[in-house]
């Protein structure tokens, strides 16, 4: 059975859990990881991670018409089902848990690499490449590594042994396009093996009379850039702090988190800190269930986002007299504090500038950037929860959001990160403080909006207003929202707007 629509993949998972129960939904987005399933690792995946799950589900799981089997106690969950199911997951449990469940996969293969007998090693192979590109990026870089060796090797037996393709290199190269295609969007930093994937698939299925010279010619596209792939930007591991917020404005959890920044050194003891932000698939704007949205918020659309680096903190009054050699602010207690009273003009000179100083790539963030890297994985109206308290968030405390009570009311920016909470994906002050400019034009919805990362640079007639996001220290807390958007002329400047960089993931 072939889904080839993502809504058709919903209503069969939808169905699937109508014909059985709630908890099956948890199972199969936990079970979606794995490229192959056998019913051992099905097992190990819901004891270890689902165990409120009756066991009964496994088998209702590899029977149902979610799966087929490929082989002998080996099974796959459909392509779209699986995408779909990803996705879902992501969403629900975030991507910590699906590094736990992709460590746990790791391990188990180990275990089969010593004791199977069933599964081929390409088979073995690309399991763990399903698992490692979930990891990190310096294992996805190995996962490309991998890939694209095996399509040299193809290559050089091309040109050196057969001029046509035996059925058993056939079916092995027709096997590593489709892995490869499935595995696209975590190696999206490896668009060149991504499309060699899509056009050797193409060719294998569209004629029974195999052209081996029209494969070679794609493969050996490959041979251009031969050699080490780019590796991303050297990192470190940093720990940070997170918070959940509770409907009436409790903080009811903290947790001590873990991810990746570059340190951009500027001179003088000044870092620019660089988180790794994932790349990944989030719904922008907000739902019509959230209170006291603004049309411009709508329609919500889906949007995939390559992986990036955004600026740990908002840019400072230091960095900004490192790059600038002047200090616009109105508050300059220390330098520590957000840059404010810049304009969007000169937030462009300032990434060009540090972009000719550093040799790397800065910008501002799309606005598509800012607002996936502000929800970091969240689908509620703040990265915190239901609503945001003073506590964790410098606003004007005393206009709350939703059940939340009154609270403090600063009247003043604080110093980046001083209140010590960030997202999920490490960035500090994402609500409130200071706006922070984005590159987009202004657009009062999102119809036709970009689908990616890209930028809006469509100017309607004399248009040419700049987007503002995340709210500031003297906004209500509605405009602090994650889908809450602001404007402005490119040459407005105020005591509450700043910005924060981003740079690329590549030297192209």
């Not at 300059?332 to 000169?346: A, F, G, I, S, T």
């Not at 239901?386 to 009154?406: D, H, L, R």
């Not at 105020?494 to 192209?508: A, E, I, K, N, Q």
Request: charged share 25%; net charge neutral; proline share 4%.
């Amino acid at each position: 059975m072939v889904i080839t629509n993502e809504i058709h993949a919903k209503q069969l998972v939808d169905r699937f859990v109508r014909r059985f129960d709630e908890s099956y939904r948890s199972l199969l987005y936990h079970a979606s990881l794995p490229l192959v399933l056998t019913p051992e690792l099905l097992n190990y995946i819901r004891n270890y991670f689902v165990k409120e799950v009756p066991w009964v589900a496994e088998v209702d799981l590899l029977l149902s018409d979610l799966c087929h089997k490929v082989g002998y106690e080996l099974y796959a969950i459909d392509t779209s089902v699986r995408a779909y199911s990803l996705d879902e997951m992501r969403k629900e449990f975030g991507q910590e848990r699906m590094q736990q469940v992709a460590s746990l996969l790791i391990k188990y293969l180990n275990y089969l690499s010593r004791n199977n007998s069933f599964m081929s090693y390409l088979e073995l192979r690309s399991q763990r490449w399903a698992a490692l590109v979930y990891l990190d990026n310096e294992n996805k870089r190995e996962v490309a590594e991998d890939i694209k060796g095996l399509f040299l090797n193809y290559n050089k037996s091309l040109n050196s042994i057969e001029p046509n393709l035996s059925i058993i290199n056939q079916n092995e190269l027709y096997q590593l396009s489709l892995i490869t295609k499935e595995l696209a969007p975590q190696l999206d930093r490896y668009p060149e093996i991504i499309q060699c994937a899509k056009e050797i698939h193409k060719i294998l299925t569209s004629s029974s009379n195999i052209d081996s010279n029209q494969i070679s010619q794609h493969l050996s596209k490959l041979e251009v850039n031969n050699g080490t792939i780019i590796k991303p930007f050297p990192t470190k591991i940093f720990e940070f702090i997170t918070a959940k917020v509770d409907a009436k404005g409790e903080i009811i959890k903290r947790d001590k988190k873990q991810a990746k920044q570059y340190i951009e050194n500027l001179g003088n003891g000044v870092q620019l800190e660089m988180v790794e932000i994932p790349g990944g698939t989030f719904m922008m704007g907000s739902p019509s269930s959230e209170a006291n949205r603004y049309k411009d918020e709508a329609p919500q659309h889906k949007v995939t986002i390559p992986a990036f680096y955004m600026g740990k903190y908002q840019v400072t009054q230091a960095h900004w007299q490192e790059i600038m050699w002047n200090n616009p602010s109105h508050f300059k207690r220390n330098d520590k504090l957000p840059v404010e009273q810049v304009n969007w003009n000169e937030t462009i000179e300032f990434c060009r500038k540090l972009s000719k100083k550093t040799g790397n790539k800065y910008r501002l963030p799309s606005e598509a950037e800012w607002e996936y890297a502000c929800r970091a994985g969240t689908t509620t109206p703040f990265a915190f929860g239901e609503t945001i308290t003073p506590e964790i968030v410098n606003y004007k405390g005393t206009y709350p959001y939703g059940e939340a009570p009154k609270g403090e009311y600063r009247r003043k920016i604080i110093s980046v990160g001083s209140l010590g909470v960030a997202n999920e994906f490490g960035l500090y002050d994402m609500h409130g403080n200071v706006w922070e400019w984005c590159q987009d034009t202004w657009h009062d919805n999102y119809i036709d909006a970009p689908v990616d990362s890209n930028t809006r640079e469509i100017l309607l007639s004399d248009n040419t207003n700049r987007i503002l996001r995340g709210g500031a220290y003297d906004s209500d807390a509605n405009d602090c929202r994650s889908a809450n958007r602001g404007v402005n002329t490119p040459d407005f400047r105020s005591l509450s707007v700043g910005f924060r960089v981003v740079m690329f993931c590549t030297d192209s």
